[in-house]
């Protein structure tokens, strides 16, 4: 059974750092492009970060400078570390796995709220 366990959220004021993990189990994690994606009230959901199974990594233009993502291949983990939050990167912030193969599947999400 894949699972997809995001952690780290919460209520962080507008300049501040949170880190967010997402534990996966169930799948062969180095076979894995690993993304974080925000889905913001009513919007759509947008990729933030994308770091891929040769850890090339890729970012939203609105967060690069800001959010670093890394993998832990040992771990079956990837991070987001986010810095310099605002606002408007307040949402809930879901994990994807996508196997080079083909399969892809998705974590429930954290929540992440910025306060000005």
């Known amino acids: 059974q894949v699972q997809l366990v995001e952690s780290g959220g919460g209520l962080v004021e507008a300049g501040g750092s949170l880190r967010l993990s997402c534990a996966a189990s169930?799948?062969?994690?180095?076979?894995?492009?690993m993304g974080w994606y925000r889905q913001a009230p009513g919007k759509q959901r947008e990729l933030v970060a994308l770091?891929?199974?040769?850890?090339?990594?890729n970012y939203a233009e609105s967060v690069k400078g800001r959010f670093t993502i890394s993998r832990d291949n040992a771990k079956n983990t990837v991070y987001l570390q986010m810095n310099s939050l605002k606002p408007e990167d307040t949402g809930i912030y879901v994990c994807?796995?996508?196997?080079?193969?083909?399969?892809?599947?998705w974590g429930r999400g954290t929540q992440v709220t910025v306060s000005s």
């Open positions: 169930g799948i062969i994690f180095t076979r894995n492009n």
């Open positions: 994807k796995a996508t196997d080079y193969a083909g399969p892809s599947y």
């Open positions: 770091i891929t199974h040769l850890r090339s990594t």
